[in-house]
C-alpha cells in the first residue's frame, strides 16, 4: 500500500486531472517488501498516451497485468527491491524479464532482464520449487 499526507497534496490541478483524481508530490511505502513501476500505454482514438503506474504488491499486480491486456499495452515493468531481497545496500529498480509464482506455497520468482533471479518472501531460492504460474512476461509482449 502507499500512502500520502495532506501536506503533500498539490492544489490547483483540476483542470489536468480525470474526475476522482487527485495530485500528490510524495507518495510513502511503509513496508519494506517489493513493488513495481510500470509504463502503459493506452490507445484512445487513434492517440497513444504514455502513463507510469506504481503497483504496491504482487497481488496488485496481477490485476494490472490483465487489464493491460485488455485495454492498454504494458510496455515496460521494473521491479523495485528492497536490500534484504536484492542482496545490495539499497533499494534497486531492474527491468522485469518475467514473474512466475509457486501456486501450491505462494513464492514468487522475479527474472531480470540481466539474467538476475530474485525471490519472495524468502530471498533464497529454493530447488525443486515449481513456479508454474506465469504473472508477467517479457517475451509475450513481443
Known amino acids: 500500500m502507499f500512502v500520502s499526507d495532506s501536506r503533500a497534496e498539490v492544489k ?3 483542470a489536468f486531472l480525470e474526475p476522482g483524481q487527485r495530485g500528490w508530490r510524495v507518495i510513502l511505502k511503509p513496508q519494506v517488501s517489493p513493488w513495481f513501476h510500470a509504463t502503459l500505454v493506452r490507445c484512445e482514438e ?6 507510469v503506474v506504481f503497483i504496491d504488491s504482487v497481488h496488485s ?3 494490472w497485468v490483465e487489464m493491460a491486456q485488455d485495454e492498454n499495452r504494458l510496455e515496460c515493468l521494473q521491479l523495485v527491491s528492497p536490500a534484504w531481497m536484492n542482496g545490495n545496500q539499497n533499494w534497486q ?3 522485469l524479464s518475467e514473474v512466475a509464482q509457486c501456486v501450491k506455497e505462494g513464492r514468487v520468482r522475479f527474472n531480470l532482464s540481466d539474467g ?3 525471490c519472495f518472501p524468502d530471498p533464497d531460492p529454493r530447488s525443486g520449487v515449481e513456479y ?9 509482449l513481443d
Open 93 to 95: 529498480m531492474d527491468v
Open 61 to 63: 499486480l496481477l490485476s
Open 12 to 14: 490547483g490541478l483540476a
Open 46 to 51: 487513434g492517440f497513444e498516451t504514455r502513463s
Open 116 to 118: 538476475t533471479v530474485l
Open 132 to 140: 508454474s504460474k506465469v504473472i508477467y512476461s517479457l517475451a509475450s
